[in-house]
């Protein structure tokens, strides 16, 4: 792939900021404090489900010296320390401990934690907008939401993300729920793809892909392996 204009890709690159986009789907957070983490446009998130069944969508970014606060890209926490200095964080994103408080001393608590991000669920999946937006316009087939979760991955893609995107937009037979945001349904399979910039790279682009089984016919774990593989292997030669 060519690598493109710099400045229309800078530009659709600040679109990506501005649009929904999947960050989760919900059968990843099954229980109060599982938590995924995942990097929206630039932006490191950590998106956590709450003890009233909620989920919240937090900046993965420290508020003592920004570093990232959740390293794992996936599990369960009562609570959320960071490694440097081991500033804790509750499911909430509201500050629990601070151990090492150089030039925070005066500050109140209540202004220390974790910002949050709007989000929304929609067609279980979890939805934002990297720029903070209110994620809006989300229309989710049925077909999804009756579906349930096999496995979900971030996977990395080779290309500039507008040629991935693009590729992805003429090569799928599939409903387009939101600009980059791809969903498929067919046979009692079904599955959902996102794709959006590696980061704050626009040469790089990563794709978030969920496959999903009607849950009224199953998959039996070597049906749902093979047919991860085949459709992995398909998204990575529709955009080599
Ligand atoms: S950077 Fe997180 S506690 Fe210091």
Redesign the pocket.
Known sequence: MSSGNAGSAATLGSGARHRPTVVAHTGQLPDAGSFVTADAAGTPLLVVRQDDGSVRALANV??????R?ETEAAGRRKMFA??????CYKRTGEIRSI??DDGFSGVPKAGLGLVEHPSAEAGNLVWVVPDRSEPSGLAVPAELARAGLVRGETLELDGPWTEVEARLTSALAAQMLTPGTFASWSRGWAEVITVRPAGARLDRAVAGFWLLADTAAGASPAAAGARWDERVARLRAVVS
């Open positions: 420290c508020r003592h010296r920004g570093a606060v960071c490694p440097y200095h081991r500033w151990t090492f």
